[in-house]
């Protein structure tokens, strides 16, 4: 009876192990208030003079979960609606200013940080105060901090395209005269001008790019899950998929995944492509039966702590490549490969290229036209900022995607990662996921016995 007792017991206590681990892995990282002071006392060490100003934003993204201005946030880690902050160099002090909520919007809200007695302790904010005091701050500190404002000049970024992208973006709506209308951060720089023309105006976002391009050790860390979490949920995919199947199932696969483990969603429209789709780059729709033959491209990757990955794999529909199939996708995945061993501190683009073109000799194999190369790079955005032609330093996170597509075969094939370069080499944060031929014809055959 008394073992009776105590194996109950141990299983119980298994048990309660099991529950509390699940969900301490499906638990959001996040960042610390210490982070976000560093970042603050670095940005205005650099700057020394004026007032530097960053608007949060300020209405709910439709019919998505919320999600704060990139540049704010990485300065504040809130997610308030309607907040601005001012960062004083001259005397190291930084001010949050946010409205003043009805009880309804309380109510259908939550209250913002304007209602926690404790919001200047959590943040480490000088202080804390009502939107329409705003003016008057500015007014009464100008001369003692300085007649410059440091603002966002350039465009923002968004969590699925690069600062020059938005900007197309807006160049593309105002071809239609009906749509022609500033972007809401030009009628910010307007009004301030109007009401403080005695100021200058500089851009900010040259020292914030320099901040944001390398990785602080937090930041790394959340990579590292957020890789591991978005690796996992393409392997389901993978899983998920047969003849017959829709290419949206897949879809489902992995967003049941990183749902599941904490991300606010996924940080770009979900690629998958089936047979011809899979030769269309940003193919988005998602709604062809896969036949059997078919090449799978999926391009995917998480939102997770205001991170996002970027990975691609291509698999066969019916788990075995075809003579031909294979042979291309060799030719992709040994380009992707000696890219990825020729990452390191100190390397250009020039270099890769050279190391590629040396590899690919060696081994007999016609690259096609692929080179090799450093692509974009990837953080808070998954086309992240960060200046072009550099050489790579310790702490940057990019992608590398080599890809080959051939329509009138259906065969396209993209094989991507998102890399770490670390202090002497590099880290692949998407490793979780098969992309060797044979990994991913087990992976297949797998699927087909359970």
Known sequence: MIRKKIFKSSLILALYIFIFLSVSLAQRTGYSKEEFIRRRAAIMEQIKDGIIVLFGESMPQPGAHYRQDNDFYYFTGIEDLGAILVMAPKTKESFLFLPRQTPREEKVEGPNLMKDKKAKEKTGLANIFPLTYFDEFIARKARDFGLTFHVRLSPRDVVDNARWETFIFVGRKNRIHYNDQIPLDNYRIKKLKERYPVFEFKDIVPYIDSMRTIKSQEEIEIFKRNGKVSAEAVKQAMLATKPGAYEYELEAAVMHVILKNGAKGAAYPPIVGSGPNSCIHHYSQNSRKIEEGDLVLMDFGADLDYTCMDITRTWPASGKFSPEQKEVYQIVLEVQKACIEAYRPGVTSKDVQEYVSKVMKEKGLDPRGLKGA???????????????????????????????????????????????????GCEVLSKGVPKEIDEIERLMAKKGST
Request: proline share 8%.
């Open 374 to 424: 450093i692509h974009h790079y990837v953080g808070m955005a998954v086309h992240d900022v960060g200046p072009r032609a550099v050489p790579l330093k310790e702490g940057m996170v990019f992608t590398i995607e080599p890809a080959l597509y051939y329509p009138e075969k259906n065969i396209g094939i993209r094989i991507e990662d998102t890399i770490l370069i670390t202090k002497d």
